[in-house]
């Protein structure tokens, strides 16, 4: 069972700036405590030492983190750059594309993992406040036309778009990689 020494309390009051202040002008002048004195248990704050109160002093310093005010910033300082994009997403479909024949069935897992691929090498990019969005699609080749479309609430000024497109004998791999500013 744990000791009275291995707890402590944060007695939070009202006087508790009075208390502090009194502490340290009687601190070394008194035999008893104020709870002796007046017959009374004393609290947990009393069984405190000195190297708890060095550890709890260090636990409240860490647990205060420093709050910056709002910038109000309204544009990141590494802006999205679409053809370097463009250029990450063409590379990683031809290189995981080129030799693959089209398979309804393994088809929607190749689609995950290239996704993957492009959505952690856009990350490594490091653009500045941009959530993404990355969407690949294949379809196989059987004469047919292909429509896609998103719909999006857009900010024309900050959000962008980037496509690559793969086509090999048995099919076509679309990739589409949404870029959203996120403030």
Same mark, same amino acid.
């Given at each position: &069972?744990?000791? %009275?020494?291995? *707890?402590?309390?944060?007695?939070?009051?009202?006087?508790? %700036?009075?208390?502090?202040?009194? $502490?340290?002008?009687?601190?070394?002048?008194? =035999?008893?405590?104020?709870?002796?004195? #007046?017959? &009374?248990?004393?609290?947990?704050?009393?069984?405190?030492?000195?190297? &708890? +109160?060095?550890?709890?002093?260090?636990?409240?310093?860490? !647990? /205060? @983190?420093?709050?910056?005010?709002? =910038? *109000?910033?309204?544009?990141?300082?590494?802006?999205?750059?679409?053809?370097?994009?463009?250029? +990450?997403?063409?590379?990683? #479909?031809? $290189?995981?594309?080129?030799?693959?024949? *089209?398979?309804?069935?393994?088809?929607?897992?190749?689609?995950?993992?290239? /996704?993957?691929?492009?959505?952690?090498?856009?990350?490594?990019?490091?653009?500045? !406040?941009?959530?993404?969005?990355? /969407?690949?699609?294949?379809?196989? %080749?059987?004469?047919?036309?292909? $429509?896609?479309?998103?719909?999006?609430?857009?900010?024309?000024? !900050?959000?962008?778009?980037?496509?690559? @497109?793969?086509?090999?004998?048995?099919?076509?791999? #679309?990739?589409?990689?949404?870029?959203? *500013?996120?403030?």
């Amino acid at each position: &069972m744990a000791s %009275k020494r291995d *707890y402590i309390v944060i007695r939070v009051t009202a006087q508790s %700036k009075y208390d502090s202040f009194y $502490n340290e002008q009687t601190k070394g002048k008194r =035999t008893q405590s104020d709870y002796q004195a #007046l017959g &009374m248990a004393p609290t947990e704050e009393e069984y405190i030492s000195d190297s &708890m +109160k060095a550890k709890l002093l260090a636990f409240k310093a860490n !647990r /205060s @983190k420093i709050r910056y005010a709002n =910038t *109000y910033r309204l544009e990141s300082h590494n802006k999205f750059q679409d053809y370097l994009v463009r250029e +990450k997403a063409q590379a990683i #479909l031809t $290189n995981k594309l080129q030799q693959a024949k *089209y398979d309804g069935v393994s088809s929607p897992s190749l689609c995950a993992s290239v /996704s993957e691929e492009i959505l952690k090498a856009v990350k490594e990019l490091d653009f500045d !406040r941009y959530k993404y969005v990355v /969407s690949v699609l294949i379809v196989e %080749k059987a004469g047919q036309a292909i $429509n896609v479309a998103s719909r999006w609430v857009w900010d024309v000024q !900050r959000d962008t778009w980037v496509s690559a @497109k793969c086509e090999t004998e048995t099919f076509i791999a #679309l990739a589409l990689v949404m870029a959203c *500013y996120y403030e």
